[in-house]
T-cell receptor, first 114, second 115 residues
Framework: DAGVIQSPRHEVTEMGQEVTLRCKPI?????LFWYRQTMMRGLELLIY????????DSGMPEDRFSAKMPNASFSTLKIQPSEPRDSAVYFC????????????FGQGTRLTVV | KQEVTQIPAALSVPEGENLVLNCSFT??????LQWFRQDPGKGLTSLLL?????REQTSGRLNASLDKSSGRSTLYIAASQPGDSATYLC??????????????FGSGTRLQVQP
């Protein structure tokens, strides 16, 4: 398996524009997580899914953020409208159900909102 | 709400030294605990995972221990090498009782091993 695949790797956009980040989890994994990493706040959970169903979205900063998982092999995180404070690295991760299952992270999308 | 603390925030050691990274967490009802490595500009790689019923895990020069009752974990790196230079993150996985599976991360220890 190619691992967790995220696209794009880098995104530069102007304030107010819509941004869509994409993630393909490892095949067969039950869980998909979206995290955001900043220097000030470290790694924060935004939302996670179990079998394509959102379980906990309490980390989504505000209504400008939305996430979907239409099928087991694809998820999107959308920011509309984007703001400079959204600039961060966004990671997608996936794992199996088992308590022995490690989480596998993608390479991240570095988002810069100017 | 789970809180994870890592000490020290940064560490610089000469090559060959044995070292210990510390992690503490506030809620002991965890599902598992993982130690990750992150290189600059890269994603996270899981190094070791300790299930809630286990006390330690070993992989090569790495050994991680878990004391759930006291809310502590340590990552021991033996005979450090320059290639070990990276940020090491401790992540506590979910809750046993609620089935929550998301990881809560510490802020990391930035390690530099001098040749």
């Amino acid at each position: 398996d190619a691992g967790v695949i995220q696209s794009p790797r880098h995104e530069v956009t102007e304030m107010g524009q819509e941004v869509t980040l994409r993630c393909k989890p490892i095949s067969g994994h039950d869980y998909l997580f979206w995290y955001r990493q900043t220097m000030m706040r470290g790694l924060e959970l935004l939302i996670y899914f179990n079998n394509n169903v959102p379980i906990d979205d309490s980390g989504m900063p505000e209504d400008r953020f939305s996430a979907k998982m239409p099928n087991a092999s694809f998820s999107t995180l959308k920011i509309q409208p984007s703001e400079p404070r959204d600039s961060a690295v966004y990671f997608c991760a996936s794992s199996h159900l088992s308590r022995a299952a490690k989480a596998f992270f993608g390479q991240g999308t570095r988002l810069t909102v100017v | 709400k789970q809180e994870v603390t890592q000490i020290p925030a940064a560490l610089s050691v000469p090559e060959g030294e044995n070292l210990v990274l510390n992690c503490s967490f506030t809620d002991s009802a965890i599902y598992n605990l993982q130690w990750f490595r992150q290189d600059p500009g890269k994603g996270l790689t899981s190094l070791l995972l300790i299930q809630s019923s286990q006390r330690e895990q070993t992989s090569g020069r790495l050994n991680a221990s878990l004391d759930k009752s006291s809310g502590r974990s340590t990552l021991y790196i033996a005979a450090s090498q320059p290639g070990d230079s990276a940020t090491y993150l401790c992540a506590v996985g979910g809750r046993e009782d609620t089935g929550r599976r998301a990881l809560t991360f510490g802020s990391g220890t930035r390690l530099q091993v001098q040749p």
